[in-house]
């Protein structure tokens, strides 16, 4: 076939037509009547209009061989994927039908899939957070970091239309670094996407641990009929436990009467059915051979299941608290015997959970790149952000508030709060079948993520051998074994891994990225750098005050 012959690609939709520029003054609309676009019946000739409009996609093809931008085709002459036909020599069109262009969603669906990205294991530590840094405070310092992590995002969601002249439809976060910072830009993006993602898998093998623990101990004491002793008030669903009572600044000996240490089912099953030095391991039996599938997709049908274990949460959290009441009372800066002050020096403790919290930075592009309209990602984003943060204080605020002080201390919410529901609670125990079944699923996608950014980097191949694999799985398992056995506070490890990721991709790497692109423009102020200077600075102290608050 010679070259003349071959067919030629464009867009004839009927009517005017105007094409998605990034500056709305370099529209150019064009015609073509309808009756030149003909469906499969009939044959009709097409338009000169049509004819030039093939010819100008063509002569830009032939250009775009050359490493040169600007002799790319220019927005007016691209055709869209959803009005793409097919040009023959003997004058006559087809339009091009199915094609592989993604399923756009509307603007709810959009914001829900953000909200259930976002709604994680961080929802648990939520209530242990408010009551580190107080509960006016905690408050405070939700909305705050809300609003400012919203900002951060906004940047990121931007990056990508401020670089010129380069086609970045199919970019992600990660490639706008190496755009802007070279090698080190891409590696330290990765080496932090690495940190949050492995950090979550941790906080998972230790609730993954948890869960199952309660959940044996449940079926336990009902099968043999065992009579637990650890309840606050007489109905079961009224239960609360301090399980370590010792948390009480002020040694308030009442609090031992519901302590969950007296919660014991029997030596010899108490002996191979720990929380920490049995569970664990029972784990990788079921776990490790699953993170060396070759795909994941199987596990990703399950991940619905996210949705409905946080609204069963909030059921949950809403029964409690109409169960138990509210048990409030404000001490500014001095703490009692059962309440702690409204402004504690451990606030650091609750912005670091919240950072990962509030983090999807390393996905946001993907995400809104499926939205129908474009033209509303800013305002479908804060949606989302705004309907995460009010699930976070509703759950916060009300496990806090509903907290029986006293007899009990508020010193004894727990960085999971359904660790003070003792096992023997048939609500909480569906809650954490939920969670259990759900993390069960979830883990291997966490780990296929895992092995996708580093195998891929590394050795150009997602799979690149069963040895390698394997090897990478092993050492992730047993970090979450060790956290589990001898470091099971989820609430420590979501703000250290929180503060960390958070560093770089929700602090530093999106206002560099603003300055350096409004510099490059010669767009830059003094209030501009000021302000995201002073973002980076909040970045690094909310890690350095992991440490030292």
């Known amino acids: 076939m010679d070259e003349d012959s071959k067919p030629l690609l464009g867009s004839v939709p009927p009517g005017d037509y105007y094409t998605d520029s990034l500056d709305p003054k370099q529209r150019r609309p064009f015609h073509v009547e309808p009756r030149n676009i003909v469906g499969e019946d009939v044959q009709e000739r097409v338009s000169a209009e049509a004819a030039v409009l093939s010819s100008r996609v063509h002569y830009y093809g032939r250009l775009t061989g050359s490493s040169d931008r600007l002799l790319a085709p220019p927005d007016h002459v691209i055709p869209s994927h959803e009005d793409i036909y097919i040009y023959s020599p003997l004058g006559t069109a087809f339009k091009v039908q199915g094609g592989d262009s993604p399923v756009k969603n509307p603007s709810i669906v959009t914001i829900f899939a953000i909200w259930n990205t976002m709604m994680g294991t961080s929802i648990l530590s939520i209530p242990w957070g408010i009551k580190q840094a107080g509960f006016t405070l905690g408050i405070i310092i939700i909305v705050l970091m809300g609003l400012l992590t919203l900002y951060c995002c906004y940047r990121v969601l931007k990056s990508t239309k401020s670089i010129p002249y380069v086609d ?32 979550a898998m941790v906080v998972y093998w230790v609730l993954m641990s948890n869960f199952l623990f309660n959940t044996g101990k449940f079926i336990f004491n009902y099968v043999h009929n065992v009579n637990t002793s650890d309840a606050f008030g007489t109905n079961g669903t009224e239960r609360v436990i301090c399980p370590y009572p010792d948390l009480d600044p002020h040694g308030n000996s009442s609090t031992s009467l519901y302590s969950g240490s007296g919660n014991s089912t029997g030596l010899e099953f108490d002996r191979w059915w720990s929380k920490t030095n049995t569970i664990p391991f029972y784990l990788i039996l079921l776990l490790l051979p699953l993170l060396n599938f070759r795909s994941a997709s199987f596990f990703a049908r399950f991940t619905f299941l996210g949705t409905i274990s946080v609204i069963y949460l909030i059921f949950l959290v809403t029964y409690k608290a109409i169960q138990l009441g509210f048990h409030l009372e404000f001490h500014w800066f001095d703490s009692s015997m059962f309440f702690v002050p409204e402004f504690r020096t451990l606030f650091p403790q609750l912005s670091g959970v919240l950072t990962l919290a509030f983090f999807i930075h390393n996905c946001i592009i993907t995400l809104m790149k499926n939205n129908k309209h474009q033209e509303n990602n800013v305002r479908d984003l804060s949606l989302a952000y705004l309907l995460v943060g009010l699930t976070y204080l509703y759950v916060g605020v009300l496990i806090f508030a509903a907290f029986p002080s006293p007899p009990l201390s508020k010193e004894c919410i727990e960085p999971n709060f359904l660790d003070n529901f003792p096992s023997s609670d048939i609500l ?52 979450g074994v060790l956290m589990a056995k001898f470091y099971p506070n989820i609430g420590s490890i979501i703000r250290y891994s929180g503060a960390l990721c958070g560093l770089a991709l929700v602090f530093v790497l999106p206002s560099l990225i603003h300055m350096v692109s409004l510099k490059r423009r010669g767009e830059l102020r003094w209030t501009s750098t000021l302000f995201h200077g002073f973002l980076i600075l909040l970045g690094v102290a909310n890690l350095l005050g992991q440490f030292f608050m």
């Open 168 to 199: 970045t439809s199919d970019w992600e976060f990660p490639d706008v670094c190496k755009y802007y910072f070279g090698g080190f830009g891409k590696w330290s993006s990765l080496v932090f996407s690495l940190v949050s993602l492995i950090g």
């Open 428 to 479: 909480v125990f569906v809650a954490r079948t939920f969670l259990l079944f759900q993390m069960t699923t979830v883990y291997p996608l966490l780990g296929y993520l895992v092995r996708v950014q580093l195998m891929g980097q590394i050795f150009g191949n997602h799979y690149p051998g069963f040895l390698q694999v394997f090897v990478l799985n092993v050492l992730v398992v047993g970090a």
